[in-house]
């Protein structure tokens, strides 16, 4: 069994092999790191390929040599599109700075390699190969490639979340009229009266609906992490209680939206479904699925309900972005605010 002990900055991973008490470094200031080392050491312990003289000397490998073993790892415990993201995004690095070694790789580096991505790419396709290499570079701590992350400091590329474009009350008329009765119906009709994300309304569970307390939870699970990783609870709307009681509970089914086939909706689809039914219905081009949470939120907003209580049931973790979005559709302008005092 090993144990971890700090001296200094860096942590040492303290343990026993044949007899013998070792104290090794593992060579990084980050607790999370030291203890993927101190696990990785009792599991070649255990397994009896535990090699003293490599962790003594660390190891360095050539980058080209390095993504190869990586894309290997990946290929065999990532789902496939991560794999293919991946595989993307070192090919790129590769291109961009050569068969160098992997310990002499810097963030100045990567900043500007992160700099020459967005000329070509978006921004969102930007930030998904940072956080594949920002991974790929923590395996390389955690293999003892390198002492540290020269990904850490890279940071994302920030994406505002501007006022994005709301369906009236009859554009709402219009869509339900060209929308089928069934699960893609009481999918959007989710979104209408809860302002969720595509996501969080796949993975809502029967568990989550307290139909007596007339309200819902947006969790964390095993499978699914909210977008600001914090868990939020909604009221639940009395037309969307009637919606969900008519959906029924079947029986050893937890998601309350599931496909004929037992599968989860999938996002894309739900996106595609609701895409098709704005062009029936001959509504903005712009539509997409997020169009039904800025939906929600601008109707409550309109209708004076304060920013503060929007902001904690759409789980934006600032008040300055729903403020941002929404404060120019309250009913009340702030001069006329201002007249409410009497003293």
Known sequence: MAFLRKKGKNYYTVFKYRGQRYEISCRTSQRAVAESVRREIETQV?????KIKDLRQGKTK??????????TYSQSSKARKTYELDKMSLERLKKAIGNVPVDAITTQQLDKFKSEL???????????IVRS???????????????????????YIR???EEG????????DRLRSQTTPGLYRDFIETALYTGMRVGEICNLKWDDI?????????RNTETFTTKSKKERTIPLHPKLSEILVSRGQTDHVPYVFVRPDG??????TANKKFRKYCKKAGLDERFHFHTLRHTFASHLAMKGVSLYFIQKILGHQSIQTTTRIYAHLQPEPLAQAIKVLEY
């Open 133 to 155: 290499l920002r991974a790929a570079f923590q395996k390389a701590v955690v293999w003892r490639y390198i002492q540290e992350n020269p990904m850490r400091s890279v940071e």
């Open 46 to 50: 255990a397994s009896k390929t535990f």
């Open 210 to 218: 307290d139909f007596i307390q007339m309200k819902l939870r947006v």
């Open 263 to 268: 599968k989860l909706v999938y996002p894309g």
């Open 118 to 128: 967005s000329k070509t790419y978006s921004v969102t396709s930007v930030n998904m």
């Open 159 to 161: 994406v505002p979340e």
């Open 165 to 172: 474009p709301f369906l009236t009350t009859e554009d709402v």
């Open 62 to 71: 050539p980058l080209f040599d390095y993504v190869e073993e990586y894309l």
